[in-house]
């Protein structure tokens, strides 16, 4: 029965390593995806230490306990992000709950690319204040946000507003922060009067094509919201969107920075040629596999400016 065999499990593995490797072969046997580290991250959150130095440890009645309870829900395919309710993203700790999107390695490039051209070209893209105001559209768990110095974050989620908010203030950042209840297409004219003019714009939009949505692991699909997932019929449906404000949010000179699908660089720039007149695509940038992630977009200034300026000359 199930409470014989769970009394069993308990008790065969009373040393840390033995523990490590059970629940990785349980989590093999049950298809769940990345095992070794399933069984490795769980634990060692349980011991709020790396596993490394502990391996020999042995563990208490109370610790198995919890390794039971936290391998369990990784074994109904729930993300370990969700079952330890915290991840690390670039040097900070985040919270994590269901369903608001969880942060990927590709999203940390984005962060340093921003940052990297940032430091690199300081100068015409800065407020009245001299500072860069940075814009970003789907904020989540607040990782990109939180990475950057004075962010304005909105969301169409209210339960992802609610774990920045929970993280800016964990981490001790709302000096740093605005946040907003927002969807950028439903609430555009709104979004234009509280948010502009930013010298960033920078989002990892929902960019899936509709049709893959299906081929997802379960793991993304049973847990994370979808309306952070899924772009539409091309995953442009909020890509489009966002590029048609961008004129009008930033800056003259403001870059706009997205992560994509790497179908999309090759869509943008045609769109975007025929559709938006002020913004010019800059370039795009592989992520670390090498596949085109990143789009980098400037708004040149409008007409309007143009004869304005002209104007002033004369």
Known sequence: CQCCQRF??????????NAMDLW?????????TEPDQSSHYIIAHLLGATT???????????????????????LSRMPVQYVIEEWDFRDLTLKMRPPVFIPRPETEELVELVL??????????????????????????????????????LDQSQDAVNLTIENMLRLGLQDRLQIYHLDVIKDAQTL??????????????????SEDMASLEPEVFRFEDHSALDGGKDGLKVIKQIL????????????????VDPRHPQLIRPWLKANVEELHYV????????????????????????????????
Not at 192 to 209: A, E, G, I, M, R
Not at 293 to 299: V, Y
């Open 8 to 17: 069993d499990l308990k008790w065969t593995f009373p040393v840390l390593h």
């Open 24 to 32: 990785k072969r349980h989590f093999e046997e049950r298809g769940v």
């Open 52 to 74: 490394q130095r502990k391996l020999t440890e042995l563990l208490s009645l109370e610790k198995i306990e919890q390794v039971w309870k936290l391998c369990t829900r990784r």
């Open 116 to 153: 990297t051209e940032l430091k690199m070209k300081p100068d015409t893209r800065v407020g009245a204040d001299g500072q860069h105001t940075i814009l970003e559209v789907g904020c989540g768990s607040g990782a990109i946000s939180l990475s950057l110095l004075k962010t304005i974050a």
């Open 192 to 209: 234009l009067s509280l948010c502009s003019p930013v010298s960033v714009l920078v989002s990892n939009p929902p960019y899936l094509f």
């Open 244 to 259: 048609n404000l961008a004129p009008q949010l930033l800056l003259n000179y403001g870059r706009v920075y997205l992560e």
């Open 283 to 314: 370039e795009t940038r592989h992520d670390i596999t090498g596949r085109p992630r990143f789009c980098i977009l400037q708004k040149e200034k409008s007409n309007k400016d143009r004869e304005l300026n002209l104007g002033l000359r004369n």
